[in-house]
């Protein structure tokens, strides 16, 4: 009897795929069935071509038969909507895009399809991936598939929602300060934020372009090792791209983490961690211990200006990003603009969402004249300090482990009107972004029964590291962690 | 710390909403005036660090002349681009008159 194709790994669905036990249509079938029944609900996608992707699949299933069939030959893969796919719509969930067909792919997204992978749908998403828990989008509602009235975090909400409930085998995110990872220990997922310069981000719409990356968001973590395989490389298309040597990540995963040093910061026990939370980790930790790792204390003194130096260098980047968005050359446009100034103020103030005019504005003062160097230029600085503090720790151990998040998942309209406690939850996840050094979130328990994540912190372009641990820990772990 | 003197008096929101080219309403420019306050107010907390001879940083990986040969490629079909144009003509972008 065929499996439950919608709850596949992709290496499980690779193998069917192999075997001849089921075609690339199949998967699409499947899913699409799934996305039918269980979407409506669960809020996952925004946009799904149905005969686009069987068309996909169809094409994959004979480049199977041929031999010609990429490593991802008919995987289904879901997309954030904030990612261009040409001839789809690109939203990032915001009104000022509606109606916007993209031109041209993404290199992530080019990379995928050269893989053979086939594009199944576009994800909910805060809008410009401005946010923590998908309430942002100015599309709809995304609910987290463990408990419908619980967030499922963001930006990247749909796509960890989809991987999780059942909608997608796998789904690409993106993580400015934390919006792979955090939805992923949300929902119960795994999410990997690579390297900086690791992926190409052109095709990406932009928000902080210092600190935005594209990466994987999957059921486990041997498939964030292959689909990482397929998307990382130097491009010519990006300049912030690096062209450090790919290495075949699924080859380096062990059972074990004999040999290995991880780093436990003193800074990230703080007030409010939840002790659910706090506990799944430190069991997780132990498990680690088990495995053979030796674990240390470390010390990342500078952890608690993390936030105020990501909030000063993200909103200025995205100030800046985000000026294109004028009703000139695409999207929306505001009628009867009197003079270009008046085009630009109506177009924008109809259709940006209030979180993106907030961080617009934020972004705008500290750039501005008689403040740039209080704000701008300072949060520069702080930036040193946090990347030396991860170049001192990672000179002590191999990895760092730590929660992903100080809190589960909240329910709907919990930190809405109270901008700057949304911000906090970051805590955790933002200095990786700051660093450009790489993130791993992996399940690793419950609290009040919504699922924890463990992060696992490498040295840039040192993925194998972080895929290691959270291989072994997750095959340790087992499948009973939802509790 | 910098001694360039600055105005601690906080954010004007309407001022750096004109900045930014975004038409706020009344009402939220006096929801965002409370919300920004705070905000600034946090981020503020980065300048009790002592930040002398510590050089900014940009990129977390700073490459530098990051360069391609000047040799013309294909781009993006411009038909396709103008589709997605709210008004144009003639492969141009029509916009309000910017010269009086």
Redesign the interface.
């Known amino acids: 009897m065929t499996p439950d194709l919608t709850s596949l790994t992709v290496h499980g669905a690779l193998a069917l795929l192999e075997s001849k036990a089921c075609t690339a249509v199949d998967l699409v079938d499947a899913l699409v069935a799934a996305i039918a029944a269980r979407d409506p609900e669960l809020g996952a996608y925004v946009s799904l071509d149905a005969d686009g992707a069987r068309r996909e699949a169809e094409a994959a299933d004979k480049a199977r038969a041929a031999g010609t069939g990429g490593r991802l030959c008919g995987i289904p893969v879901a997309v954030k909507d904030v990612l261009n796919v040409r001839g789809q719509p690109c939203t990032c969930a915001s009104r000022i895009l509606q109606g916007y067909v993209a031109p041209y792919d993404a290199t992530a997204i080019a990379r995928l399809r050269a893989a053979g992978a086939v594009m199944l749908g576009r994800t909910n998403m805060d809008e410009f991936a401005m946010g923590g828990s998908t309430e942002n989008s100015a599309l709809k509602r995304t609910r987290n598939p463990r408990h419908p009235d619980y967030v499922p975090g963001g930006s990247s909400g749909g796509s960890a929602a989809a991987v999780a409930g059942g909608v997608a085998l796998c789904a690409l995110g993106t993580d400015t300060g934390g919006s792979i990872r955090q939805p992923a220990a949300f929902c119960g997922c795994v999410g990997l934020k690579p390297s900086y310069g690791r992926v190409s981000r052109y095709g990406l719409t932009a928000f902080a372009s210092s600190l935005d990356q594209v990466g994987p968001m999957t059921r486990t973590v041997r498939d964030a090792a292959l689909l990482q395989e397929v998307l990382g490389g130097v491009d010519p298309m990006d300049s912030t791209s690096v062209a450090a040597p790919v290495p075949a990540y699924t080859e380096r995963l062990t059972t074990d983490l004999r040999g290995m040093t991880l780093g436990v910061p003193r800074e990230y026990v703080v007030d409010g961690l939840d002790a659910g939370v706090e506990r799944a980790v430190r069991a997780a930790i132990e498990r680690c211990r088990e495995l053979g790792a030796r674990v240390i204390e470390v010390s990342l003194p500078h952890t608690r200006y993390a936030i105020a130096t990501y909030y000063v260098i993200a909103t200025a980047e995205a100030s800046a990003n985000l000026a294109r968005f004028d009703g000139v050359r695409y999207g929306q446009r505001c009628a009867d603009a009197a003079d270009p100034l008046d085009l630009y103020e109506r177009t924008r103030a109809a259709g940006f969402g209030p979180e993106v005019k907030r961080r617009i504005i934020l972004g705008t003062y500290v750039l501005s004249s008689g403040y740039y160097d209080a704000y701008y230029l300072s949060a520069q600085k702080v930036r040193t300090l946090i990347r030396r503090d991860f170049e001192q720790a990672f000179a002590q151990c191999d990895a760092l482990v730590t929660p992903c998040t100080p809190t589960p998942a909240y329910r709907f309209g919990e930190k809405t009107d109270d901008p700057l406690q949304m911000y906090l939850g970051d805590i955790f996840t933002v200095t990786a972004n700051l660093a450009g050094i790489c993130g791993l979130s992996v399940p690793c328990g419950v609290a009040g029964g919504l699922p924890v994540g463990l992060q696992i912190l490498g040295p840039a372009f040192k993925e194998e590291q972080i895929l290691r641990v959270g291989h072994a820990y997750e095959l340790a772990r087992g499948e009973g962690w939802l509790g | 710390m ?1 001694h ?1 003197s ?2 601690t008096s906080g ?1 004007d ?1 309407r001022y ?2 004109n ?6 309403t009344d009402a ?1 420019i006096d ?2 005036q409370g ?2 306050s ?3 107010d ?6 009790q ?1 002592d ?1 002398t001879g ?8 700073p ?1 530098e002349n ?1 360069f ?1 040969a000047d040799e013309v490629k294909p781009s ?2 411009r038909a ?2 103008m ?5 144009s003509r003639d492969g141009q ?1 029509i ?4 010269v009086e």
């Open positions: 910098d360039e600055t105005d954010i929101v750096v909403a900045l930014a080219r975004l038409h706020l939220e929801t965002f919300q920004l705070q905000i600034v946090y981020v503020q907390t980065i300048n660090l930040l510590i050089a900014p940083t940009s990129h977390a990986h490459l990051v391609r993006l079909d396709e681009v589709r997605n144009a709210p008004q972008f916009v309000p008159k910017i």
